[in-house]
């Protein structure tokens, strides 16, 4: 069982940053691929960004080049940084791991992108 806890959501003007940190309850031993998902109220949860444990990484087009994804394989945790904020990136943020074949997921932190 893996447990994510996320912090660093909040309220943030457009054009603004914001940093995201998921801490996993586990070894990074077995901790394959950690990323963000996010869902918007009526819309799918999406995929945001993800890396891998040997370092390949994945980002939606909506975000890339404006969010970064950085994991610390020693303390199990993974980061997004998000910068040039809009109001569509507005949503609930999912932590995610997969651990072991089986998928994990983070309670959400929101992020709300509004003047």
């Known amino acids: 069982q893996v447990h994510l806890v996320e912090s660093g959501g909040g309220l943030v003007q457009p054009g603004g940053s914001l940093t995201l940190t998921c801490a996993a309850s586990?070894?990074?031993?077995?901790?394959?691929?950690m990323g963000w998902y996010r869902q918007a109220p009526g819309d799918q949860r999406e995929l945001v960004a993800t890396e891998t444990y040997a370092g390949s990484q994945v980002y939606a087009d909506s975000v890339r080049g404006r969010f970064t994804i950085s994991r610390d394989g020693a303390t199990s945790t993974v980061s997004l940084h998000m910068t040039s904020l809009k109001p569509e990136d507005t949503a609930l943020y999912f932590c995610?791991?997969?651990?072991?074949?089986?998928?994990?997921w983070g309670q959400g932190t929101q992020v709300t992108v509004s003047s």
């Open positions: 586990v070894s990074r031993i077995g901790l394959n691929t």
């Open positions: 995610y791991a997969l651990w072991r074949g089986a998928n994990y």
